[in-house]
């Protein structure tokens, strides 16, 4: 690094307050490079910030691009990292970084403070840490109030000293996806219970896990899905989609006998088309729904001519009213409600720093035959992001009586995928004999 253009102070706030001039870093075997790009979001944005953001013309900026996390003249902002450290051990921490300005940066108990002149992306060595256990640790960015004008950009943290690979979003993944978390699930086994004719489940989102970008998937099934989300403007919604009858899920070219149909919705249902991993018609009622409170929903579904027509049913059990939502027909399908499972997921990447849960109970399906069977097993499961060990900040289990999922957050260790999952017994005869009545008064 040439000296001349470079200048850097370090001050290490650990009851004394110690200034070093920069040196080159001489590592200890175990050096591992994280880039911003996929491990690090704006968890406070300025008011300055979110004006530039919205296009406005202002000289704040604080962002995760491509090159890594920029920060401008913003000094309200705070910018984060995460990074888990799977064994306890005392790592030194360093950036690559371009620019001039001062910053502070906050990790755990440990504090330093930066002054950066650098004309090119060169190596600022702070200092170390103490991770005494296994777990995810973060790292908080902002630019110090010097008077002066100020830009730099943060391309990698460097930690060194660590035995075992740090878990973080590498290069080769997704960014989108690592950021965004695991998304996780629980499969239901209604193999002895015949074909389905209705489903049942009870949603409860604790407030801890009510966050924007939540999709709270009740009922999943082969062909759509029922739960609570938050809609792109943030507003909360009541969601019922059903997939297009396209294998091969050819996007925005499916024919028109094969697309999915609203035949029938309640007042103030909006229909959207949509395309993700499927293409479909979702159905979306505002519906400003309230965490620690319990939602049921109730799935119909019958069949004619290789048609199937999906029924859903929301009820807030505080207040115990159903309603329905929408009838979605499904070309060329002959199977009734099958492939029944739960799912939650994040669909906001630029805030999967914050944590999604959702608890899941009394799931239960009724077969041609009217009766009612409790379903009170499950296999958990994820995507690729937990699978791969990309994030581990993620689970599935067993609470208060019921089924429970979470992602993001970055809460610690995730669990084994596909693990089963069970219930412990319980008496259902008045509840099923409450949901007999009310579809009684349905029909």
């Not at 921490?93 to 906050?106: D, F």
């Not at 840490?129 to 296994?134: C, F, G, I, Y």
């Not at 007042?267 to 965490?291: A, D, I, Q």
């Not at 944590?355 to 409790?374: A, P």
Request: with cysteine.
């Amino acid at each position: 690094m040439n000296k001349a253009f470079t200048l850097v102070k370090i001050m290490l706030l650990s009851g004394m307050l110690i200034r070093t001039p920069h040196i080159a870093a001489q590592f200890v075997p175990g050096k591992w490079a994280m880039p911003m790009k996929g491990n690090s979001y704006i968890t406070l944005r300025s008011e300055a910030a979110a004006r530039q953001d919205a296009g406005t013309r202002n000289t704040a900026l604080a962002v995760v691009g491509q090159g890594g996390l920029i920060l401008k003249n913003d000094t309200q902002s705070v910018a984060s990292a995460f990074v888990y450290i799977p064994v306890a051990s005392r790592p030194e921490l360093a950036l690559n970084v371009v620019g001039s300005a001062c910053m502070e940066i906050t990790c755990e108990s440990a504090q330093f403070v930066a002054d950066v002149s650098n004309r090119k992306m060169g190596l600022v060595t702070l200092g170390h840490l103490n991770v005494r256990q296994p777990q995810y640790v973060r790292i908080d960015f902002r630019i110090k109030d010097t008077g002066k004008p100020s830009y730099v950009i943060i391309r990698d943290i460097i930690l060194s000293g660590i035995p075992v690979k740090p878990l973080f979003v590498n290069p080769n993944f997704d960014p989108k996806y690592g950021l965004r978390g695991s998304s996780v699930m629980l499969n239901y086994d209604t193999s002895d219970c015949g074909e389905a004719q209705w489903a049942y489940v009870e949603l409860t989102i604790p407030s801890e896990g009510d966050n924007r970008g939540g999709n709270y998937c009740a009922l999943g099934f082969d062909g759509g899905m029922l739960g609570l989300r938050y809609n792109k403007d943030g507003n909360k919604v009541a969601a019922f989609s059903v997939w297009n009858a396209m294998k091969d899920d050819s996007f925005g070219d499916v024919p028109p006998e094969y697309r999915a149909k609203v035949i029938d919705k309640r007042s103030g249902v909006k229909t959207v088309f949509f395309g993700f991993h499927k293409e479909g018609k979702r159905c979306s009622l505002e519906y400003p729904w309230k965490s620690n409170r319990t939602y049921a929903f109730l799935l119909h579904a019958t069949n004619d001519d290789s048609i199937t027509s999906y029924t859903a049913y929301l009820c807030d059990k505080s207040e115990a009213k159903w309603m329905k939502i929408a009838t979605i027909q499904r070309p060329f399908t002959d199977n009734l409600i099958t492939g029944f499972c739960s799912y939650l997921e994040n669909t906001l990447p630029a805030q999967g720093y914050l944590m999604r849960k959702c608890q899941v109970g009394n799931v239960m399906v009724c077969g041609r035959d009217r009766k009612w069977h409790r379903i009170s097993g499950a296999q958990f499961s994820n995507d690729d992001t937990g699978r791969r060990g990309i994030r581990v900040d993620y689970g599935g289990g067993v609470e208060k009586g019921c089924f429970y999922l979470k992602t993001g957050g970055y809460f610690g260790d995730g669990v084994k995928s596909k693990r089963q999952l069970q219930l412990p017994a319980k008496d259902m005869t008045a509840t099923i004999r409450g949901i007999n009545e009310e579809i009684t008064k349905l029909k």
